[in-house]
């Protein structure tokens, strides 16, 4: 009788299962994190491009404050609400540069440790023959 008691296997698939799920669960949560917080860099850097690019087409005047808002509207269309903070070019230095950032970042399980905050930037050439109005 001993011997049909040690080759039972009944009840061990269950007994792996439970104590390799909660390492499954963290797994999956993390991945879910991760790619949240990636998707929203990457939101982050596409509406930067975009603000610097609308504001190295256009005046200096008008330049930052275009810049600024076709950004925030990119980040509002994302459901991303970041500061964003533009410099208008000048004699020295030629380029519209636009950096978001979003601090605090809340992760949307939270079981795995993600940034507290997101930082994107870009910039692009002045396409003025001069920066001045």
Avoid: C
């Amino acid at each position: 009788m001993s011997r049909n008691r040690l080759k039972s296997t009944d009840g061990v698939a269950a007994l792996e299962f439970g104590l390799v799920l909660p390492l499954l669960i963290v797994i999956l949560t993390g991945i879910v994190d991760y790619g949240h917080a990636y998707f929203v860099r990457l939101s982050m850097s596409n509406a930067a491009r975009e603000g610097a690019r609308i504001g190295a087409t256009l005046p200096a005047a008008d330049a930052a404050s275009v810049a600024k808002t076709t950004t925030e509207a990119y980040l509002a269309r994302s459901g991303i609400d970041a500061t964003v903070t533009v410099s208008t070019p000048s004699q020295a230095e030629p380029t519209v540069d636009v950096e978001i950032t979003l601090a605090p970042f809340e992760p949307l399980v939270g079981l795995v440790p993600v940034p507290d905050h997101l930082h994107a930037s870009a910039a692009m050439r002045w396409e003025l023959p001069s920066p001045e109005p």
